[in-house]
T-cell receptor
């Protein structure tokens, strides 16, 4: 069975500093996609970044990067130069091409950015 | 471009009442999903539809039914609501096969008293 584990229920970071949110996954399927979504207090789900299991390079999207360590089955999200607007819940998710695109989510990490 | 439209945004039910959550997407996606989010937890899949005319159970299907009315619309029905179904419900869609991200509706806050 596929499983996503986010071990940090809550994290604090000072404004303008970088922060890493941890995500580990468990699957025996060699082909999968890893995603990070942001959920601000308003409740909507916002896509941040994607990494394919066969991608050789770590994904980057602006201030977001994904530290993908396939052997360790980890896909940590790095946010550089944190902003107050980054305060939100962050979810790691995994999907499979053979599974109708279903995604499995972790329990999330609440990030609070301090001024 | 509306994306995924989900209604209603808020709903309060009494135990035993029924209701249907509506979801429509205008992106021509084949796959649609219903998730629930409980406090402090991630999203759990209730039901999904890989394509028009097909539906399958997800992780937590008990107490729910779904209908894929056409390619655009995917509804979730609670036949006899229970307090344990108090949650935030999200509809989502995607075009599988290319590891496309999920497109989410704005969510429905449901309280069952």
């Amino acid at each position: 069975a596929q499983k996503i584990t986010q071990t940090q229920p809550g994290m604090f970071v000072q404004e303008k500093e970088a922060v890493t949110l941890d995500c580990t996954y468990d699957t025996s399927d060699p082909s999968y996609g890893l995603f990070w979504y942001k959920q601000p207090s308003s409740g909507e789900m916002i896509f941040l970044i994607y990494q394919g299991s066969y991608d050789q390079q770590n994904a980057t999207e602006g201030r977001y990067s994904l530290n993908f360590q396939k052997a360790r089955k980890s896909a940590n999200l790095v946010i550089s130069a944190s902003q107050l607007g980054d305060s939100a819940m962050y979810f790691c998710a995994m999907s499979f091409n053979t599974n109708a695109g279903k995604s499995t989510f972790g329990d999330g990490t609440t990030l609070t950015v301090k001024p | 471009n509306a994306g995924v439209t989900q209604t209603p945004k808020f709903q309060v039910l009494k135990t035993g009442q029924s209701m249907t959550l509506q979801c429509a997407q205008d992106m021509n996606h084949n796959s649609m999903y219903w998730y629930r989010q409980d406090p402090g937890m991630g999203l759990r899949l209730i039901y999904y539809s890989a394509s028009e005319g097909t539906t399958d159970k997800g992780e937590v299907p008990n107490g729910y039914n779904v209908s894929r009315l056409n390619k655009r619309e995917f509804s979730l029905r609670l036949e006899s609501a229970a307090p344990s179904q108090t949650s935030v419900y999200f509809c989502a869609s995607t075009q599988p096969g290319a590891y496309e991200k999920l497109f989410f509706g704005s969510g429905t806050q449901l309280s069952v008293l």
